[in-house]
């Protein structure tokens, strides 16, 4: 079992910022496809970024050109970094590891866009 530890969420205005870790100590990081999705109230679980074992990205067209994807293998922990928020993009964020087709999820992380 893959154990993926979310942080980095919180309540944040229109416009602002936040930068979301996702921890995956216990696996050999390097080798996972890491992502991030999101789910909001009464809404499906949506995909909202990926970066391959390879450091390739891939970005739902809803945060395209607002968000970024990266990793730090040496870390073990993948980030994704939300500019210019807006209140669509509340939702409960997701991080999630897949390697193999086999797939596993965080608990979520709550982000709240509101004035």
């Known amino acids: 079992q893959v154990q993926l530890v979310e942080s980095g969420g919180g309540s944040v205005q229109p416009g602002g910022s936040l930068r979301l870790s996702c921890a995956a100590p216990?696996?050999?990081?390097?080798?996972?496809?890491m992502g991030w999705y999101r789910q909001a109230p009464g809404k499906q679980r949506e995909f909202v970024a990926r970066i391959f074992s390879s450091g390739s990205t891939m970005y739902s067209d809803s945060v395209k050109g607002r968000a970024t994807i990266s990793r730090d293998n040496a870390k073990k922990t993948v980030y994704l970094q939300m500019n210019q928020l807006k209140p669509e993009d509340t939702a409960v964020y997701y991080c999630n590891s897949e390697l193999g087709g086999s797939t596993n999820w965080g608990q979520g992380t709550q982000v709240t866009v509101s004035s």
């Open positions: 216990g696996i050999i990081f390097s080798i996972y496809n």
